[in-house]
């Protein structure tokens, strides 16, 4: 037996969430997003998560770079860096190189991140520089109106493949695993709950922290990654899985055909922070390099 | 173009792995201890072993010079098949300075004594026999004739052995003795040996400024210049010739509380130079010119976002991966114009060692104080060579000059307009600051916007908030030498190559011409007012740049619509003095005609 649902007032609801301090966090820009597209549940989850961890407004930065996804740090209120397409992560090493005070949050898409950025995640990922990466992945280029991206399904028919497109997607939590990330998940739009958990989990991980964010494009993409589809896909991790366990991880990110969502996986190492204070110590102190020498 | 008192030059050349560079640079350093001004500079191939030719100049004075003579006095030969086609080089009475026992046989004229002019003064020595009876090995030839030097000029060896001492101070003891062994029997040789040349060493200068004066590299003065500008974070990629300047941060920034970070490519380097220049850090790097041109687009980040940046570029050949190991002035127009839209920065080019120095500090301050990026145009002459300088005492460099947000909360504007056109900023873990920056058209408050009339106002602030810069304390934007008033000729010059037009104009002046110079070290905003006052007072302007278009003639000209003589040269090397010289003659005869 089920309890009976309860009816839900409008100003209940407002109050309840005008009372939790959320709202402090989305700025009076409103999102120019398309109704329904799955951003909303990113960027409501992220400000849920800044004010369940208590981040101040003034210490957060979200980095961006060129797309749909990248529209969001206007949407926040907190500080921001809308910047060039694919340089996301290496402008947030930069503020992070800056000021490790700062939270800093990287945000893009799946082409910013994974085509023209491609090059710059196994780099932030190896140096752990302590930042979290989100990537609103839609599958498809939603700001250029609906060309393929680098994780579009293989055969997709767009306005830049008339044809079909022969390009097989990446695999982009494999791509995570096996570059380093000292934290790597998996969300969807669809369970805003779920994402608001990991996203903060995600910021609250020290070290570089991946998470992968299954979103819907409700405009350009009605037949492969919709709600309906992704809605009976999407599983979540089995009950047993090990987040310490790499192979385990890498196993489930190969059953791309039932996504699953959860930590995947996570390590405690030394971030670039930590990197570079042991650099100061030795440099000031005068201690000889510890490690191999390239020229013996 | 000789000095009064002393004035010598070495050319030590040999082959790869001859110890060529290391020669040259123990010789440099152990004339700068000695109190001798000292200009030097290397040519070496681009791979690291091999048969490429290596040179090592070395031009000693008591008075102030420039740039290297065209003529050796001496020369060093570790290699005839790479020193013979030198010999010309070495002026009459001067020395030439050879292995007298070749290994192998040598067909006709493989042998460096088959070259050399009646005129000049050959020295023939067994170099390996010498290092082999000293050392037991042949290894230390480049050492043995450094000994052999000193011994003819008497030269205090006490300096050369220093320097030997702290040079191999990080290996075993032996290699030190050894190479002390090896540069004690070659200088007992050059102390037995009859001097026929007329090569004179006079005393050094013994003065104060004799003692505050260091040796170093432009790209060795760029590092001080930023470490006394307060650097905080440097981004870098290695790239011949600005690969030091990163190598050297490493080393030294920590020790001073900054942080360097070798990234995974120039764009990531500049990338993050912005984004901790936004976090508030002074914040730099450094590259060539394939990578600014990766740069580009993020430049033009930095202008529209108006975060600072500086970026030190020291150029080489081009176009492409061009000459990596010679020198250029082509990057004038990348740095100038690169990136999309109307993207005006700052940029700016020293002429010399010293100018390195208080450039790369300045830069900060201009980048920080007008919101913008600072490009940097060193090139790899100047880059790689050595010049005694003396440093201010007290750091000339000033902090905090960011205009800062004074009333944070809803109504602050981030990109508001004023009389300067700067807006006060708000960094990151600022309260009441928070904005976002962005490379898309934006209005005062940072949101973006497209509308007609906001593009153009922001546009217009972008561009004249930079005037103050020609108005910037402490520096010299441009500046005149030579004759005042009317001359025949003048010659505008920017970059290394000044220091040989500098000569060449000296040497005009000694031959009669009415002539004067002028150096553009800011070359955007470019001192438009300054430059036509000068071109006022000239009969004609020359134009001597390292490059094949003339592409600061051509700025020029475009910007003042006033016609300039170019001399451009795309050969690689620095241009020679007399080919400036020969070139001032000629427009001062032509308009006496």
Not at chain 1, 19 to 34: E, F, I, Q
Not at chain 1, 167 to 185: E, F, I, K, Q
Not at chain 2, 400 to 410: F, S, V
Request: glycine share 10%; hydrophobic share 40%; net charge neutral.
């Amino acid at each position: 037996m089920t309890e009976p649902l309860k009816p839900v007032y409008l100003e209940d609801k407002l109050n309840e969430v005008r009372g939790d301090g959320h709202l402090s966090y989305r700025s009076s820009s409103l999102p120019t997003w398309c109704p329904g597209c799955g951003y909303f549940s990113v960027a409501e989850g992220v400000a849920m998560a800044f004010n369940r961890l208590k981040v101040p407004s003034k210490d957060a930065v979200i980095v961006s770079g060129i797309g749909c996804a990248s529209r969001f740090p206007f949407f926040m209120e907190t500080y921001g860096f809308h910047t060039l397409h694919g340089r996301t992560l290496p402008v947030a090493t930069g503020v992070k190189v800056a000021n490790d005070k700062l939270t800093v949050v990287a945000v893009g898409g799946d082409g910013d991140a994974f085509a023209i950025g491609g090059g710059h995640i196994p780099h932030a990922a190896r140096r752990n520089v302590d930042i979290t990466y989100l990537v609103f992945d839609n599958g498809i280029y939603g700001l250029t109106k609906g060309q393929t991206s680098p994780t579009s399904v293989q055969g997709f028919v767009t306005p830049s493949t008339p044809y079909e497109s022969h390009d097989r997607p990446l695999n982009p939590l494999m791509m995570l695993l096996s570059y380093g990330a000292s934290w790597v998940g998996q969300a969807y739009a669809g369970q805003p709950h779920h994402l608001t958990d990991m996203i903060a989990g995600a910021i609250a991980h020290r070290g570089f922290s991946y998470l992968h964010i299954l979103s819907p494009c409700v405009t350009f993409d009605k037949t492969e990654m919709t709600y309906a589809n992704l809605n009976v896909r999407v599983r979540d991790l089995p009950a047993d899985h090990d987040p310490t366990d790499r192979m385990a991880a890498l196993e489930q990110a190969t059953r791309t055909g039932t996504p699953a969502l959860g930590l995947f996986y996570r390590e405690d190492r030394p971030t670039l922070a930590d990197g570079m204070a042991d650099i100061a110590m030795r440099a000031t102190a005068g201690i000889p390099a510890k490690g191999k020498k390239a020229r013996g | 173009m000789n000095r009064k008192g002393t004035d010598i030059q070495f050319a030590i050349i040999g082959s790869a792995g001859d110890g060529t560079i290391a020669a040259g640079d123990i010789l440099k350093r152990a004339m700068a201890r000695l109190g001798y001004k000292v200009i030097a500079f290397d040519i070496y191939p681009a791979e690291i072993r091999g048969f490429g030719k290596c040179i090592s100049r070395v031009r000693i004075t008591t008075e102030q010079a420039y740039s290297l003579k065209r003529h050796s006095d001496v020369l060093i030969s570790l290699d005839d098949s790479y020193a013979i086609p030198h010999v010309g080089e070495v002026r009459d009475y001067g020395a030439v300075i050879y292995e007298s026992s070749p290994v192998a046989r040598l067909a006709e004229g493989g042998h460096i004594t088959a070259h050399i002019k009646p005129s000049q003064l050959p020295y023939g020595v067994q170099v390996r026999g010498i290092s082999e009876r000293a050392t037991a090995s042949a290894r230390s030839r480049n050492i043995v004739v450094l000994g052999y030097l000193a011994g003819l000029y008497g030269i205090d060896p006490k300096a050369f052995r220093e320097i030997i001492a702290a040079k191999f101070r990080t290996k075993a003891q032996a290699v030190t003795d050894q190479n002390t062994a090896a540069f004690d029997a070659g200088f007992e040789t050059g102390k037995a040996v009859f001097k026929l040349d007329d090569i004179v060493l006079g005393p050094p200068l013994h003065n104060k400024e004799a003692e505050k004066t260091t040796m170093m590299t432009g790209n060795g003065a760029v590092v001080r210049g930023c470490i006394d500008a307060g650097l905080d974070t440097f981004f870098g990629y290695p790239i011949t010739p600005a690969t030091t300047i990163l190598e050297r941060l490493a080393a030294e920034l920590p020790k001073h509380g900054g942080r360097v970070l070798q990234t995974e490519d120039e764009i990531s380097a500049i990338a993050a130079t912005i984004g901790a220049g936004y976090a508030g850090a002074r914040s730099a790097t450094a590259t060539s010119g394939p990578g600014l041109a990766l740069m580009a687009e993020m430049l033009g980040l930095s202008v529209m976002g108006e975060v600072p940046s500086v970026v030190f570029v020291s150029q080489r050949g081009g176009p492409s991966t061009g000459l990596p190991t010679k020198t250029e002035q082509s990057d004038l127009n990348l740095a100038v114009f690169g990136g999309a839209g109307d993207a005006q920065r700052i940029v700016l080019a020293p002429t010399n060692v010293d100018g390195c120095y208080r450039t790369a500090g300045k830069a900060f301050e201009m980048a920080e104080q007008y919101q913008t990026p600072v490009v940097v145009l060193l090139d790899l002459y100047l880059s790689n060579r050595y010049e005694t300088v003396v440093l201010p005492d007290k750091n000339p460099f000033s902090r905090n000059l960011d205009k800062q947000m004074a009333d944070g909360g809803a109504g602050y504007m981030r990109f508001a307009d004023s009389d300067d056109h700067i807006s006060p900023r708000a960094i990151p873990g600022q309260e009441g600051g928070m904005h976002t920056v962005t490379g898309l058209e934006h209005n005062q408050l940072g949101k973006p916007s497209d509308l007609p009339e906001n593009h153009e106002a922001m546009n217009a602030k972008r561009h004249l908030k930079l005037e103050a810069a020609l108005r910037h304390p402490d520096f010299t934007i441009c500046k005149r030498f030579g004759d005042e008033g009317p001359v025949d000729v003048g010659v505008l010059g920017w970059g290394s190559t000044f220091g040989e037009i500098l000569e060449a104009m000296f040497a005009a002046q000694d031959e009669g011409i009415r002539c004067s110079a002028m150096k553009v070290v800011m070359l955007s905003p470019l001192p438009k007012d300054q430059i036509a006052a000068f071109m006022d007072d000239c009969g004609t302007v020359l134009l001597p740049e390292l490059n094949y278009e003339g592409q600061l003639a051509n700025l020029v000209s475009g910007a003042l619509g006033r016609p300039v003589t170019k001399l451009t040269r795309s050969t690689g090397s620095p241009m020679q003095v007399e080919e400036i010289l020969a070139e001032i003659r000629r427009l001062a005869q032509a308009r006496a005609a």
